[in-house]
């Protein structure tokens, strides 16, 4: 199983920007997928955005336009790219490692402890 550590959130004010890390403990290469939750104070888990090891995104309709997921297979991590931010993106983000089964959702099977991003009005 592989560890998953992300990074690189924050405090930012509203139409501002952010890039998330999430750097794992081993090659991610043959990963079949990689993605980003986020979990905002009683609200249910909502999957941001996946990438899989082709090279394929896919996004939640609330970040299209504004996030941009890519990952650097030589050095096993993941960015979450977010412009635009807006006071609804405070969450708490958490990177995954999972798959993609044809025809299915993203399928999480490893999970990091979570970054913090507060964007303010």
């Known amino acids: 199983q592989v560890q998953l550590v992300e990074s690189g959130g924050g405090l930012v004010q509203a139409g501002g920007s952010l890039r998330l890390s999430c750097a794992a403990s081993?090659?991610?290469?043959?990963?079949?997928?990689m993605g980003w939750y986020r979990q905002a104070p009683g609200k249910q888990r909502e999957l941001v955005a996946t990438i899989t090891n082709g090279g394929s995104t896919n996004y939640a309709d609330s970040v299209k336009g504004r996030f941009t997921i890519s990952r650097d297979n030589a050095k096993n991590t993941v960015y979450l790219q977010m412009n635009s931010l807006k006071p609804e993106d405070t969450a708490v983000y958490y990177c995954?490692?999972?798959?993609?089964?044809?025809?299915?959702?993203?399928?999480?099977?490893?999970w990091g402890q979570g970054t913090q991003v507060t964007v303010s009005p």
């Open positions: 995954n490692a999972g798959l993609v089964p044809v025809g299915l959702p993203f399928i999480p099977t490893s």
């Open positions: 081993r090659s991610i290469f043959s990963i079949n997928a």
